[in-house]
């Protein structure tokens, strides 16, 4: 009758679902299996060493090779797609995390300098008495000797009716006073 070309597509197995998890290269090193310019595109991303980290057209433009030429749409476009890749976006994940553990320690080291330098303010008998008094004011408010506030936790139930009564109470004893 009539020559019908076979239009089926030509399918490929990529599992064979039998549960079994891939065998995926698992590293500790941040970014290892990236190439130096997706490395340099996440550490871009994420801002190393105190910068700030690029927008992903910036970072793109920073790592790879790009003509003056394109079109901002299509250098988004392939911004984004280089973002969206699993690795590319576990290790700025892990940038990011690593940055963050690393202000953190930042932070409680300043606070011990500062706190070491007011304690030896504090007992030096060259300083003014003022400045003495207000670095232990200082300290002892850093280690929360002036807390004025008690913070209760009451986990009973209560019904609305009682609360009405309580504050009920409450205010005809403050208006008393």
Do not use: W
């Not at 995926?24 to 060493?49: E, H, W, Y």
């Not at 003014?128 to 936790?153: M, P, S, W, Y």
């Amino acid at each position: 009758m009539s020559d019908k070309k076979d239009n089926k597509p030509k399918l490929k197995l990529v599992s064979n679902n039998n549960g079994e998890r891939s065998k995926a290269k698992t590293s500790k090193v941040i970014g290892a299996d990236l190439t130096s310019k997706q490395m340099g595109f996440c550490r871009d991303i994420v801002g190393i060493n105190g910068a700030i980290g690029m927008t992903l057209v910036d970072a793109y433009r920073n790592n790879y090779n790009v003509s003056k030429d394109i079109k901002p749409n299509s250098l988004r476009a392939m911004s984004s797609k280089l973002r969206a890749d699993v690795n590319i976006t576990l290790t700025i994940n892990k940038l990011l995390e690593h940055k963050e553990q690393l202000s953190r320690a930042n932070m409680v080291k300043r606070s011990d300098v500062i706190l070491d330098k007011i304690e030896k303010m504090a007992d030096d008998v060259n300083v003014a008495d003022q400045v003495r008094l207000r670095g232990l004011e200082l300290l002892g408010k850093h280690h929360g000797l002036f807390t004025d506030v008690i913070k209760v936790d009451d986990a009973r139930e209560k019904t609305s009716d009682e609360i009405q009564d309580e504050l009920v109470t409450r205010l005809n004893s403050l208006l008393n006073k």
